[in-house]
């Protein structure tokens, strides 16, 4: 096997463990990993924030420069509040989709009312799915730490499967490819003792 392949094989296999890894992690630690995410975007927002507040002072005309100053404020509020409180991201976001779904869930209901009304044998298809569309969304929202655990533990658990995947597909290719190689050589063998002969 050449130097090339061996060395793409090298790197798959450290790109799937690395997401192995990562998988592992958001699937036993997710609590963790979320305010790690969220004090990152903090200090991100944070450093953001400097570029637009001193643009701000080095105007000359600070009364157009206003937009300026206050997307440097709001960067930096944003950036301290997300170091402070590393868990209020989270819970903002499932709150928010708990929120979505409870609204989604309430059309779903007059919808299928509406096919109700109008004879449509199948309405309480519609309405099933939109009671449990509503029960899910009241589960966000009032259970919103459960649910952030739960989705993070469940995307390790996509990204192991994953990386195991990855992991024995090149494991297989790297056999096929040695077998290849190996019988490659075997016939340049052959055609060097037939051409001696």
């Known amino acids: 096997m050449n130097d090339i392949l061996k060395h793409m094989f090298k790197m798959e296999m450290l790109v799937s463990i690395i997401y192995l890894l990562i998988g592992l992690t958001l699937f036993f630690l997710p609590a963790s990993v979320l305010k790690t995410v969220?004090?990152?975007?903090?200090?991100?927002?944070?450093i953001s924030s400097i570029f637009p507040i001193v643009n701000?002072?080095?105007m000359e005309n600070r009364i157009l420069g206003l937009g300026s100053i206050v997307t440097g404020v709001t960067f930096a509020i944003a950036g301290l509040v997300m170091i402070m409180y590393p868990a209020l991201l989270e819970t903002v976001i499932a709150i928010m989709i708990g929120v979505v779904m409870i609204i989604n869930s309430i059309n779903k209901i007059e919808y299928a009312i509406t096919l109700r009304d109008n004879n449509v044998k199948e309405w309480y298809v519609s309405m099933i799915f939109a009671i449990?569309?509503?029960?899910?969304?009241?589960?966000?929202?009032?259970?919103?730490?459960?649910?952030?655990?739960?989705?993070?533990?469940?995307?390790?658990?996509?990204?192991?499967?994953y990386a195991i995947l990855d992991i024995a597909e090149t494991i297989f290719v790297k056999r096929k490819v040695k077998y290849v190689v190996s019988m490659i050589n075997e016939e340049g063998k052959d055609i060097k003792v037939i051409e001696e002969e």
């Open 132 to 161: 449990i569309t509503l029960l899910v969304g009241i589960f966000f929202v009032v259970k919103t730490w459960t649910v952030i655990n739960i989705m993070t533990s469940i995307l390790g658990l996509i990204i192991i499967i």
């Open 38 to 46: 969220s004090i990152i975007i903090g200090i991100i927002a944070l």
């Open 56 to 58: 701000y002072f080095k």
